[in-house]
């Protein structure tokens, strides 16, 4: 069975502070993606990334950056300088090779103080 | 622009009437989702559609329905049968299949008294 698991259930920092998302996940399958969406106050889910677990060379995109490390079964988020429009709840999922459907972590919600 | 529109933003109803919750896209995705999300969860599969005139219950598809007449449209149906209908309701969609990275619309707040 597939399993995502985003231990951290809220964080709160000061802006301008880095900040780490944590995300686990247990699969059987050797071929498996694996993303990170964010929900804003507004609602609507995000897309940020999408990695394939054949790739796990980190991902920068301005002051985001992703960690896949497959040997801890991990692919953590980090907010560089946050800023108080980081604040949001973010869901890390997974999905198998064979289309058999997504699973959701639970989220983070984050607060960024001014 | 392309994207995902879902009408309306919020609905409210009385206990025991069906709604209809409206979801288009115009990205030519092939795959269209419906989910429940309650306060403070995270999200949960109600439908999903990989093709036209095709879909498959989720993990909580009961009290619920839907249709996939045309590519752009996947209207979900809360029905009467639907025991806590009181919710946020996202649709998205995704060019193929689970693989890939999924489209959310704003969502509906539905209310149900």
């Known amino acids: 069975a597939q399993k995502v698991t985003q231990a951290q259930t809220e964080i709160s920092v000061v802006e301008k502070e880095d900040v780490t998302l944590d995300c686990v996940y247990e699969?059987?399958?050797?071929?498996?993606?694996l993303f990170w969406y964010k929900q804003p106050p507004s609602g609507e889910l995000v897309f940020l990334i999408r990695?394939?677990?054949?790739?796990?060379q980190n991902e920068i995109s301005g002051r985001y950056s992703w960690n896949f490390q497959k040997s801890t079964s991990s692919f953590n988020f980090t907010i560089t300088a946050s800023q108080v429009v980081d604040s949001a709840v973010y869901f890390c999922?997974?999905?198998?090779?064979?289309?058999?459907?997504?699973?959701f972590g639970k989220g983070t919600r984050l607060h960024i103080l001014p | 622009d392309g994207g995902i529109t879902q009408s309306p933003k919020y609905l409210f109803r009385k206990e025991g009437q069906n709604v209809t919750l409206s979801c288009e896209q115009n990205?030519?995705?092939?795959?269209m989702y419906w989910y429940r999300q309650d306060p403070g969860q995270g999200l949960r599969l109600i439908y999903y559609?990989?093709?036209?005139?095709?879909?498959q219950k989720g993990d909580i598809a009961e009290g619920y329905s839907v249709s996939r007449e045309k590519k752009e449209s996947f209207p979900l149906t809360v029905t009467s049968a639907q025991k806590n209908p009181t919710a946020f309701y996202l649709c998205?969609?995704?060019?193929?299949?689970?693989?890939?990275?999924?489209?959310f619309g704003p969502g509906t707040r539905l209310t149900v008294t």
């Open positions: 998205a969609s995704s060019i193929q299949g689970w693989r890939y990275e999924q489209y």
């Open positions: 699969t059987r399958d050797t071929t498996y993606y």
């Open positions: 990695r394939n677990s054949f790739d796990e």
């Open positions: 999922a997974l999905s198998g090779n064979r289309d058999d459907k997504i699973i």
């Open positions: 990205l030519n995705h092939d795959a």
């Open positions: 559609s990989q093709i036209v005139n095709d879909f």
